[in-house]
T-cell receptor, first 115, second 112 residues
Framework: GAVVSQHPSWVICKSGTSVKIECRSL??????MFWYRQFPKQSLMLMAT?????????EQGVEKDKFLINHASLTLSTLTVTSAHPEDSSFYIC???????????FGPGTRLTVT | AQRVTQPEKLLSVFKGAPVELKCNYS??????LFWYVQYSRQRLQLLLR??SRESIKGFTADLNKGETSFHLKKPFAQEEDSAMYYC??????????????FGQGTTLQVKP
């Protein structure tokens, strides 16, 4: 159990367009989900904490208007990269927190390439 | 500021050799510490956490509050241990949200 999926697994978009990435907890409910950004051979940078039914909490330096997060249900959080630029190209990873187990479960990641 | 430091980007050892992946943290309270592992082309997964005091896949980690360290150790490395290892910290008060702060990661390469 405790599987987290992400869709799409990879996406290529043109500069100036918006892209939506979905994160789903398949077999448990997650009141809290997290979005990370990972650069090649580097660490995970926490972008924001997504709370079901309320606004996301963004980390310092992350533009909330550029990276829109919606946590509409206990099993789904979405990250929308608005007006994408080539520098937004990265690997985006989500995780879902399973409170009773005190553990985060990670999705497989989404590779975004902005041309 | 909360920070997790993994000083080595790459650690290369031969099969059967002991392994120690270093992790130091800076936080004034009593955080919870974790080690996560990412095998090639796989998602990040929990390896162990300090409160459970488990040994997973032969790995152990002891929290040293005096030295603010949480080094990961294994007496005899196996080739299948080759992966990226991340040390992570959950600040006090994050128990209800699970927020994690990750170190830079260390690539462990176990040579035959």
């Amino acid at each position: 159990g405790a599987v987290v999926s992400q869709h799409p697994s990879w996406v290529i978009c043109k500069s100036g367009t918006s892209v939506k990435i979905e994160c789903r907890s398949l077999d448990f409910q997650a009141t809290t989900m997290f979005w990370y950004r990972q650069f090649p051979k580097q660490s995970l940078m926490l972008m924001a904490t997504s709370n079901e039914g309320s606004k996301a909490t963004y980390e310092q330096g992350v533009e909330k208007d550029k990276f829109l997060i919606n946590h509409a249900s206990l099993t789904l959080s979405t990250l929308t990269v608005t007006s994408a630029h080539p520098e937004d190209s990265s690997f985006y990873i989500c995780s879902a927190y399973r409170g009773g187990f005190g553990e985060q479960y990670f999705g497989p990641g989404t590779r975004l390439t902005v041309t | 500021a909360q920070r997790v430091t993994q000083p080595e980007k790459l650690l290369s050892v031969f099969k059967g050799a002991p392994v120690e992946l270093k992790c130091n943290y800076s936080y004034s309270g009593s955080p919870e510490l974790f080690w996560y592992v990412q095998y090639s082309r796989q998602r990040l997964q929990l390896l162990l956490r300090h409160i459970s005091r488990e040994s997973i896949k032969g790995f152990t980690a002891d929290l040293n509050k005096g030295e603010t360290s949480f080094h990961l150790k294994k007496p005899f490395a196996q080739e299948e241990d080759s992966a990226m290892y991340y040390c992570a910290l959950s600040p006090p008060g994050s128990s209800n949200t699970g927020k994690l702060i990750f170190g830079q990661g260390t690539t462990l390469q176990v040579k035959p």
